[in-house]
Nanobody, 119 residues
Framework: QVQLVESGGGLVQAGGSLTLSCAAS???????MGWYRQPPGKQRELVAT???????NYADSVKGRFTISRDNAKNTMYLQMNSLKPEDTAVYYCAADQDYSDYNGFGSWGQGTQVTVSS
């Protein structure tokens, strides 16, 4: 397990950009990591994942607009969000796990950071 802290959320106009950061309390070298979000009144949904080797996967709703990346030297993961839409408004969570799979999911979670996109 590892402790995760998100930052970088805020209020932005539609079409704008934000970069979220997820700082880990220990080395993330061997961890798969991901970003999830929970829109108001809806269930949490996957946004993007990145393996320990750097392979990425995105939800269809964010493909071409969001970029997930990691800096193992800084124990930090990022989510660059461009061309933001009001429907991107949500609490964004980062997650990590050394044994991630679609079946097992992620074991470590951050506390979340609010992203609000105004129209």
């Amino acid at each position: 397990q590892v402790q995760l802290v998100e930052s970088g959320g805020g209020l932005v106009q539609a079409g704008g950009s934000l970069t979220l950061s997820c700082a880990a309390s220990a080395s993330i070298f061997s961890f798969a990591m991901g970003w999830y979000r929970q829109p108001p009144g809806k269930q949490r949904e996957l946004v993007a994942t990145i393996t320990s080797g750097g392979s990425t996967n995105y939800a269809d709703s964010v493909k071409g607009r969001f970029t997930i990346s990691r800096d193992n030297a800084k124990n930090t993961m990022y989510l660059q969000m461009n061309s933001l839409k009001p429907e991107d408004t949500a609490v964004y969570y980062c997650a990590a796990d050394q044994d991630y799979s679609d079946y097992n999911g992620f074991g470590s979670w951050g506390q979340g950071t609010q992203v609000t996109v105004s129209s």
